[in-house]
């Protein structure tokens, strides 16, 4: 009889060392395939659909991992193997670590509008010039869209709003040429009143295109700013957030 016990018990140990490395494999599986989707679309070795079903089965894979672990975790409490419920532990903390940044992502585009083109100036929005043919040849439009953006803009973020400094025009320019370098963009063009320049976000590559436009006031100067994305029916937030970045940056650079 106690080797019977002795033999269910090990087979036990068995099953739960299975679950255990059945949860850590998923876990493992999941971070691979969220973590390359990126770089494997930046790198240009899948395309863009290809990158999100890779994301998606990464959070499949995830699922499965917590899965797993609650299993695991249950298991191991009822039998009191305490090893593998401290697999299980670990398991669903990394899950859930792994799993945040496109959760809030995911909740951070149900807030927004489904919009890509931000400015600070609604009305005469600045013009792409320099990069307009790189912008026509991306599925985005080149012009500004109109109305319909503006207004959701308004509405999602009022904050974006155009700077006005009391310096000289070229004290501004000289200014906003360091925070664009000092922001690692690529300069395509500058005026006596504008920069051209193009950002390419970390993780995806994708290129948004940005125009900062001088206009001369009668105590100072107005520093307005659009922000466009080449891709994208929403940018989820990223281009506001770079024209406010942008901005606070050059005001503390002027001060």
Do not use: C
Request: aromatic share 8%; net charge negative.
């Amino acid at each position: 009889m106690a080797k019977e016990r002795s033999e269910r018990s090990l087979q036990g140990g068995v099953w739960l060392t299975l679950l255990a490395w059945l949860s850590v494999i998923a876990l493992i599986a999941s971070a691979l395939l969220m973590a390359g989707a990126g770089p494997a679309y930046r790198w240009e070795l899948i395309g863009l659909g290809d990158a999100f079903n890779l994301m998606r089965n990464g959070v499949y894979a995830a699922i499965a991992a917590v899965a797993i672990s609650v299993l695991l975790l249950l298991v191991s409490a009822f039998t009191r193997r305490f090893g593998t419920g401290v697999v299980a532990i670990i398991v669903l903390a990394a899950t859930a670590a792994l799993l945040y940044m496109p959760w809030q992502q995911w909740q951070l585009a149900q807030q927004v509008p489904a919009i890509h083109d931000i400015t600070t100036d609604m009305q005469s929005p600045p013009t792409f010039v320099a990069l307009r043919d790189a912008r026509e040849a991306a599925p985005n439009a080149v012009d500004y869209p109109g109305e319909s953006t503006a207004r959701q803009q308004q509405n999602a973020y009022p904050n974006v709003q155009p700077l006005q400094v009391a310096a000289p025009k070229a004290t501004v320019l000289a200014a906003a040429q360091a925070e664009v370098e000092a922001s690692g963009w690529q300069i395509a063009a500058i005026t006596e009143n504008t920069i051209e320049a193009t950002a390419t976000t970390r993780w995806f590559g994708f290129e948004d295109d940005v125009i900062i436009r001088l206009t001369e006031l009668q105590n100072g100067v107005q520093v307005d700013m659009r922000s466009a994305s080449r891709l994208g029916t929403s940018d989820v937030g990223t281009n506001a957030q770079r024209i406010k970045t942008f901005l606070n940056g050059l005001r503390e650079r002027l001060e």
